[in-house]
Nanobody, 121 residues
Framework: QVQLVESGGGLVQAGGSLRLSCVASGRTGTMAWFRQAPGREREFAAG????????WYADSVKGRFTISRDNAKNTVYLQMNSLKPEDTAVYYC?????????????????WGQGTQVTVSS
């Protein structure tokens, strides 16, 4: 079972930037970032296929967030720019064995513990 460990969360002012990292203990297929704001359901933010440059984003983060991966380090990143207070959430890294492009969290079978991102206004 692959394990995922996130890091890089913190407190930032609106308009600022943060970069999240997710280290996987082994190889996976598709990787993604989800987020869960207080009182809301967890939602998809961004995804990437492990061996290609295919990426996809939720409309709410498109143009501000960039997902990338470093195969040699088994690490996926989420660069978050122009942060807004509504981006405040716990951010989770997720993975699945196949290479499909999906926003459906039920398809992901491996999850990290989450890292808190707080954006102040």
């Amino acid at each position: 079972q692959v394990q995922l460990v996130e890091s890089g969360g913190g407190l930032v002012q609106a308009g600022g930037s943060l970069r999240l990292s997710c280290v996987a203990s082994g190889r996976t297929g598709t990787m993604a970032w989800f987020r869960q704001a207080p009182g809301r359901e967890r939602e998809f933010a961004a995804g990437v296929r492990w061996y290609t440059t295919d990426t996809w984003y939720a409309d709410s983060v498109k143009g501000r967030f960039t997902i990338s991966r470093d195969n040699a380090k088994n690490t996926v990143y989420l660069q978050m720019n122009s942060l807004k207070p509504e981006d405040t959430a716990v951010y989770y890294c997720a993975g699945l064995k196949s290479f499909i492009m999906t926003m459906a969290q039920r398809m992901y079978d491996t999850w990290g513990q989450g890292t808190q991102v707080t954006v102040s206004s």
